[in-house]
């Protein structure tokens, strides 16, 4: 059975990747999990210099989910390359950076920093953080802050560029093009949904940042759709997530086409989801005669006749 998938130069041995916030920096979990069987790991968002991030509370849970403002805390791309890269490659973790900037000039400064260093298989570009002022998401509402940011970072590096798109946007298909256009490898959706929690007691926000991204199986439905509507705007890979807690949740991602997964919040609930989900994945693969995970890539069938026979 073939497992691997393609993103731009880059191949992953399986459609797994640990989502960028939700697997530290990958060292953390490497007493629980064998790095090296994920397809990839997603750092946390990389500024140039550390960051603090919000003060807390910076999460609560909500239905099938949780909101988050972390505020990008993080230990800066330096510090990581110098501190947590040496044990990432000798776990023979395949490593994406998500790399942030509060102006275009960082995006590229962060990108230069990380290609350089040895054992970065790619660069997520993060243009879709909810929860920061500046940069972020200012750029990943904008399409021409989307197209620049990305054929700047293009010209910055040799490693594929994988912009991480926000679904807080009307068409987020435009988006994903205008990153194709720029030159991207691949794309990244969706990041987390602008959403806020009151406590009506003392009617206070839940978190100190008032609002938050809402992630976990409450976006799940919304993800798949966006994945769904970017498959059929562009030709460069998918990498789809949002609210992933199984295999049957991942194949819907595969199946509206997405090229590999990303698992974040339920990784939260159970860290030893990894194998199951890929043990899911091989197991419908057999029942369905799937011999390369590929061939399910956008495979849905919408046409009406099939309707009538199920
Ligand atoms: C606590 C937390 C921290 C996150 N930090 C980042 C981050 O640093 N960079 C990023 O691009 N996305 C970040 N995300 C978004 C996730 O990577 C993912 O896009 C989102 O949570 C949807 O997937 P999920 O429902 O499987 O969690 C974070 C999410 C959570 C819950």
């Not at 350089?116 to 953080?129: F, K, M, Q, R, Y």
């Not at 990305?150 to 798109?165: G, H, I, N, Q």
């Amino acid at each position: 059975m073939d497992l691997s998938v393609r993103i731009g130069s880059l191949t992953l041995k399986n459609p797994l990747v640990a989502a960028s916030g939700c697997f530290g920096y990958g060292v953390e979990y490497a007493e629980v999990v064998d790095l090296s069987t994920l397809g990839a790991i997603v750092s946390k968002g990389l500024f140039l210099e550390p960051r603090e991030g919000h003060p807390s509370p910076r999460i609560v849970e909500t239905p099938a989910g949780m909101l988050n403002a972390i505020g990008l805390q993080g230990i800066g791309a330096r510090r990581f390359v110098d501190e947590k890269l040496p044990e990432l490659r000798a776990r023979g973790a395949t490593v994406i950076v998500n790399v942030c900037g509060t102006t275009l000039d960082e995006y590229v400064e962060v990108s230069r920093v990380v290609s350089d260093a040895e054992g970065v298989a790619a660069i997520e570009l993060n243009i879709s953080c909810p929860n920061i002022k500046e940069g972020g998401i200012q750029f990943g509402c904008s399409l021409n802050g989307t197209f620049d940011v990305v054929s700047a970072v293009r010209k910055a590096t040799r490693l594929p560029v994988v912009p991480k798109l926000t679904p807080n946007v009307t068409d987020v298909a435009s988006f994903a093009h205008a990153a194709e256009d720029a030159g991207a490898d691949a794309v990244s959706l969706v990041n987390t949904f602008l959403a806020m929690v009151i406590d009506v007691e003392s009617r206070r926000p839940k978190i100190s940042n008032v609002v938050g991204g809402l992630s976990g199986p409450a976006i799940r439905p919304i993800a798949v759709r966006m994945v769904w509507e970017c498959r059929q705007t562009v030709k460069i890979p998918i990498l789809g997530m949002g609210g992933i807690a199984d295999a049957r949740d991942a194949l819907e991602f595969l199946i509206a086409g997405a090229n590999a997964v990303q698992i974040g919040t339920a990784n939260f609930v159970d860290p030893f989801i990894w194998g199951k989900v890929l043990d899911g994945i091989t197991d419908y693969m057999e029942r369905h005669g799937v011999a390369r995970v590929a061939d399910l890539v956008g495979s849905l069938d919408t046409r009406e006749e099939a309707a009538d026979l199920t």
